[in-house]
């Protein structure tokens, strides 16, 4: 029962971050910021507990990697940016990648 109560606090939470994240940046601002640093890890960045307080982070200097504690450090996926270009399924990985990191996915098991 406690498993299912953490995939719906974490499906909700999930909600709210890309529905902030969407507030802050368009899909296409997101997509064309994907192509511009193709060769750079981009995060979004969230408090677990500030949904709202979300925001991209570019990695210029190959510092960072990916995050699930309190302090998340989801990858942005690049697959449908820059190799199948497609603005859906590109929405659709990055929902997927954001509640993957919730509920405390490995890297390996993002979307990239």
């Avoid at 909600?15 to 940046?25: A, E, G, P, Q």
């Avoid at 750079?40 to 510092?63: L, M, Q, W």
């Avoid at 199948?84 to 399924?89: G, H, N, R, T, V």
């Amino acid at each position: 029962m406690d498993a299912e109560v953490d995939l719906d606090t974490n499906s909700k939470i999930a909600d709210s971050i890309v529905k902030n994240l969407i507030n802050s940046y368009t899909i296409d601002e997101i997509m064309d910021l994907v192509r511009k640093n193709k060769d750079k890890a981009i995060y979004v960045c969230v408090k677990r507990g500030k949904p709202e307080t979300v925001k991209i982070f570019v990695d210029s200097n190959g510092k960072h990697c990916y995050r699930c504690d309190d302090t998340l450090l989801i990858p942005i996926p690049k697959k449908f940016v820059i190799l199948e270009p497609d603005k859906m399924y590109f929405e659709m990985t990055l929902r997927a990648n954001v509640l993957l990191a919730l509920n405390g996915a490995e890297e390996r098991e993002l979307h990239h």
